[in-house]
């Protein structure tokens, strides 16, 4: 067993090795983008068929939604949507994988929904396509390759991309950061920083998955993404001086920073400067619930291959693998 785990090692190291000479050999060449993307992904294609039997590629597929100073509910009815994804996963034992994911959704939220009235008046509102990278690590509390149904637990790192916007006379797309509604980036509020669109995430939560078989798996997990920013709906701190957003930028910043006047019998007056627009005690987060169905490539015995420690199971022992029984 120890030289089987000495030489997945090695192999390993090796393909590493290859990998970073690929890399290095494609950055030096002058090839066009789309040769260097081709180049690559071909490159890690042929490295990753040596451990495929370690590789479960999957599909994710559920809703998402955030919460922030727009909303506090729970997957709320109006403005949860639908959210899909790709992952690649590497089994680096039976009961610790690493994933790697790329997740599509649109999250937003609004006033109007709110069971509060002074949110109601306040009447702002904003939506956001939303892109994630994210990789993962999860343990699993049983070996799903001796039982069918273990729960397991999530965490690791994410990139994410957003844009918030808003409608203006429900049909005008207004995005909202260059619009500076609380100030960022003004010469009056020097404390008030642009915030970037492109932000690092901490995404944790649980699950629990079946196995159907050696290779078909489906998970139902929720996951929870903490975030480092407070302006994913573009509501933070508080309303600024309306005379220094109109001289800056304009007639349609005022107009969507302030939104209470757009409603019947709302208040025409725009807030003073410094009164609550947003809570920047309590950053942002998002969040998704769903179907998590993966397939183990390779071909062979899967029951009999070895894992990066080693030996089919974590202990080092035989797999009982889902095969019919023998007969002796």
Same mark, same amino acid.
């Given at each position: 067993?120890?030289?089987?785990?000495?030489?997945? +090692?090695? *192999?390993?190291?090796?393909?590493?090795?290859?990998?970073?000479?690929?890399?290095?050999?494609?950055?030096?060449?002058k090839p066009s983008f789309m040769i260097k993307i081709r180049?690559?992904?071909?490159?890690?294609?042929?490295?990753?068929?040596?451990?495929?039997?370690?590789?479960?590629?999957?599909?994710?597929?559920? #809703?998402? *939604?955030?919460?922030?100073?727009?909303? /506090?509910?729970?997957?709320?009815?109006?403005?949860?949507?639908?959210?899909?994804? #790709?992952?690649?996963?590497?089994?680096?034992?039976?009961?610790?994988?690493?994933?790697?994911?790329?997740?599509?959704?649109? #999250?937003?939220?609004?006033?109007?929904?709110?069971?509060?009235?002074?949110?109601?008046?306040?009447?702002?509102?904003?939506?956001?396509?939303?892109?994630?990278?994210?990789?993962?690590?999860? +343990?699993?509390?049983?070996?799903?390759?001796?039982?069918?149904?273990?729960? =397991?637990?999530?965490?690791?790192?994410? #990139?994410?991309?957003?844009?918030? =916007?808003? =409608?203006?006379?429900?049909?005008?797309?207004?995005?909202?950061?260059?619009?500076?509604?609380?100030?960022?980036?003004?010469?009056?509020?020097?404390?008030?920083?642009?915030?970037?669109?492109?932000?690092?995430?901490?995404?944790?939560? *649980?699950?629990?998955? +079946?196995?159907?078989?050696?290779?078909? /798996?489906?998970?139902?997990?929720?996951?929870?993404?903490?975030?480092?920013?407070?302006?994913?709906?573009?509501?933070s701190a508080s309303y600024v001086d309306p005379a220094d957003l109109l001289a800056n930028k304009?007639?349609?910043?005022?107009?969507?920073?302030? /939104?209470?006047?757009?409603?019947?019998?709302?208040?025409?007056?725009?807030?003073?400067?410094?009164?609550?627009?947003?809570?920047?005690?309590?950053?942002?987060?998002?969040?998704?619930?769903?179907?998590?169905?993966? +397939?183990?490539?390779?071909?062979?015995?899967?029951?009999?291959?070895?894992?990066?420690?080693?030996?089919?199971?974590?202990?080092?022992?035989?797999?009982?693998?889902?095969?019919?029984?023998?007969?002796?």
């Amino acid at each position: 067993m120890l030289s089987a785990s000495l030489d997945n +090692y090695f *192999a390993i190291f090796s393909f590493l090795g290859k990998v970073v000479k690929g890399f290095n050999f494609v950055w030096k060449s002058k090839p066009s983008f789309m040769i260097k993307i081709r180049l690559l992904a071909g490159l890690m294609l042929m490295g990753l068929s040596a451990f495929s039997q370690n590789i479960h590629v999957g599909i994710f597929g559920g #809703v998402a *939604a955030y919460s922030g100073d727009l909303t /506090r509910k729970i997957f709320p009815k109006k403005v949860t949507n639908g959210a899909i994804g #790709v992952t690649v996963n590497y089994e680096l034992t039976p009961q610790i994988m690493v994933r790697g994911g790329f997740t599509y959704t649109v #999250v937003g939220g609004a006033d109007r929904n709110s069971d509060d009235e002074e949110l109601r008046a306040r009447n702002l509102s904003f939506e956001t396509h939303l892109t994630e990278f994210s990789l993962i690590g999860e +343990y699993y509390f049983f070996n799903l390759d001796e039982q069918k149904l273990s729960p =397991y637990v999530f965490g690791g790192f994410a #990139v994410f991309h957003f844009n918030p =916007y808003a =409608y203006q006379a429900t049909t005008n797309k207004i995005f909202l950061k260059p619009l500076s509604t609380e100030g960022e980036g003004l010469s009056a509020y020097p404390d008030r920083k642009p915030y970037a669109l492109t932000q690092i995430a901490l995404p944790f939560g *649980a699950g629990v998955k +079946y196995a159907f078989n050696d290779r078909v /798996r489906l998970g139902l997990e929720l996951g929870i993404r903490k975030l480092f920013t407070d302006y994913l709906d573009d509501v933070s701190a508080s309303y600024v001086d309306p005379a220094d957003l109109l001289a800056n930028k304009g007639q349609i910043a005022v107009d969507m920073s302030y /939104r209470g006047d757009e409603l019947p019998g709302g208040n025409p007056n725009y807030p003073a400067k410094g009164a609550q627009r947003g809570g920047v005690k309590r950053k942002d987060s998002y969040y998704f619930l769903g179907l998590h169905l993966t +397939y183990r490539l390779g071909t062979g015995d899967n029951s009999n291959r070895s894992g990066v420690f080693g030996g089919g199971n974590f202990l080092g022992g035989k797999k009982k693998g889902y095969g019919c029984p023998s007969v002796h």
